[in-house]
């Protein structure tokens, strides 16, 4: 039996909660302008998981009065025919934000794809005009599951400012953005990656731990800081996370379940920050 003394960080209803919200602006806009927000979603080849995400994306799109435009593309796509229509939809009036399913295959250069994307339209977070703004604390659009973990905090209200974060990954899409927001809050920010000596040691320390590392059951209880609050990433085979959830649930304030906790916001925040796009590209 648990022993669980933590209470739950509820992802799905907090998601729930920021589609319906971006759904009735999403319809404003549509009211006001006549124009509806649009996402633009690129596939290169048949890859069955990338085929099911952006399903799902365009499924959340519909929910929420989004219209999506879906370009795919073949597995033998080059670099250049790729950037060519990502290009193509960063200049298309029509199109409020786009969305490059990774990973894109081996021979293209994925970072010069990326960087097609017009900074106004990149609502997943992913060029280097976003990271950068980020990184300055400046407006602009943040990777999307790091965006979902600030959403979180704020929603739990989680004091930031003086506190131990230590972030256990550091992806460019997950473990670093979420640490450069945490330290845009004032929270002092410790990384920790495949090369780092002591991790139980470092991890004891954190008020907040984010967990983004991809190995299933990694972070253990004993080492979580009584009273912490635990946001855990990870999403591994099983629906399993990257925290003991049992043992450590005994001794963190908050956590974050798998599923359930971090998934569902990343997608929230695809769908808010499509629907800020647009707001900002028609001037509401
Ligand atoms: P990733 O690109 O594989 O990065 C994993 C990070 O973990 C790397 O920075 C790596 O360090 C670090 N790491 C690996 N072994 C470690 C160890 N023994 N000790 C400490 N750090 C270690 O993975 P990702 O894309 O960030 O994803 C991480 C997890 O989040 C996965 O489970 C993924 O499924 C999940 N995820 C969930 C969502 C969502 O909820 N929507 C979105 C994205 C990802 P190095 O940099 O040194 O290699």
């Known amino acids: 039996m648990s022993t669980s003394t933590a209470s739950l960080m509820d992802g799905t209803a907090l998601a729930r909660r920021t589609v319906e919200e971006t759904a009735v602006r999403a319809a404003e806009i549509t009211r006001r302008t006549g124009v509806t927000p649009c996402l633009a979603t690129v596939l290169v080849g048949a890859d069955p998981a990338s085929v099911t995400y952006v399903k799902m994306k365009q499924n959340r799109c519909a929910k929420a009065g989004i219209r999506s435009r879906h370009v795919e593309l073949p597995a033998s796509t080059t670099t250049e025919e790729l950037v060519a229509a990502i290009t193509a939809l960063s200049e298309d009036p029509e199109v409020h934000g786009i969305l490059l399913q990774h990973p894109v295959g081996p021979h293209i250069d994925e970072r010069a794809a990326f960087e097609a994307i ?89 008020d907040i731990l984010v967990a983004a590392v991809g190995k299933p059951r990694f972070i253990k209880g004993e080492d979580i800081k009584p009273g912490a609050v635990v946001i855990d990433a990870g999403y591994n085979p099983g629906n399993v996370g990257d925290v003991d959830f049992e043992t450590a649930a005994e001794r963190a304030c908050l956590i974050t379940p798998v599923p359930g906790g971090v998934g569902p916001m990343t997608i929230a925040v695809l769908l808010a920050q499509t629907v800020d796009g647009a707001e900002r590209q028609l001037g509401l």
């Open 118 to 206: 017009a900074p106004a339209k990149d609502v997943d977070g992913v060029t280097m005009a976003s990271f950068a703004a980020m990184g300055f604390g400046l407006p602009g659009f943040v990777s999307c599951t790091p965006g979902g973990i600030m959403r979180l905090l704020d929603e739990y209200r989680v004091e930031l400012s003086g506190k131990r974060a230590v972030v256990v990954g550091r992806s460019a899409i997950l473990g670093k953005p979420a640490g450069l927001l945490l330290l845009g809050r004032d929270a002092t920010v410790t990384y920790c990656h495949s090369r780092t000596t002591e991790l139980s040691s470092i991890v004891q320390e954190a």
